[in-house]
Each structure stands twice: as structure tokens, then as C-alpha cells.
């Protein structure tokens, strides 16, 4: 014996009413799973640790202030000694024509003709 279809959405109605869910007889996608996770930013802003105070931070909120980073100095001091040597980074081109000029730089083959005898 088969239930009418009136009497089957009335019991869904009642059924959604109670379990405090969507009623969505055509069952059409809603997104409504997904909605009613929980938010994750919360717990995400939580598992990584509070941004602690630098340096760098203090000289950027008090720039009349002589501080002394020794880290920064000895990164400095360690590229000078590079550039020195020849081992550092290589200078910027200024226009776009310095830019193009090693860019299109190819060699050419190199032709070898035969040798001609007279006799």
C-alpha cells in the first residue's frame, strides 16, 4: 500500500521541524552542509603563536631612536665582503635598452671555408 505524496512532505515538514534541519523537498543543492560547520579561523589564528616584538619593529615606531641590530650589520658586512670578491648580486639595468642589449646578445656560427689552391 503506497503512502500519498502529501502525506509523506507533511511528515518531512514535521521531521525537519524537529531535528531543527532544511526542509528541501525538490532536494536541490544548497550548500546548507557546509554552512553549518563549524567556522575554522578561530582555531587557526589560535594554533600559531602570537607575533612577538622585533627589532626591526621598534626602529620603524621610533625612527629618532639609535638602536644597534648586530644581525643586520653582519648580513651587511657579509655582502660587502661578497661584493668585493665579485660574488655579489649584479647591478640593475636602468633603461630598457641596457635590458635588451645582453638579453639579444646570441653568438653567430662560425663559418669555416675551404682552403683554395692554384695551380
Do not use: H
Request: hydrophobic content about 30%.
Amino acid at each position: 500500500m503506497a503512502v500519498a505524496r502529501s502525506r509523506v512532505l507533511d511528515l518531512m515538514k514535521v521531521q525537519c521541524r524537529i531535528f531543527s534541519t532544511t526542509y528541501n523537498p525538490e532536494r536541490l543543492r544548497t550548500g546548507n552542509k557546509v554552512l553549518r560547520q563549524r567556522l575554522k579561523g578561530p582555531s587557526l589564528a589560535a594554533y600559531y603563536p602570537r607575533r612577538v616584538v622585533t627589532l626591526k619593529d621598534l626602529q620603524k615606531a621610533y625612527p629618532d631612536l639609535e638602536t644597534w641590530d648586530e644581525d643586520e650589520e653582519d648580513r651587511l658586512e657579509s655582502l660587502q665582503i661578497a661584493k668585493q670578491r665579485g660574488k655579489g648580486a649584479p647591478k640593475k639595468k636602468r633603461t630598457a635598452e641596457e635590458s635588451k642589449k645582453f638579453a639579444s646578445r646570441k653568438k653567430k656560427p662560425v663559418v669555416i671555408e675551404p682552403k683554395r689552391t692554384t695551380f
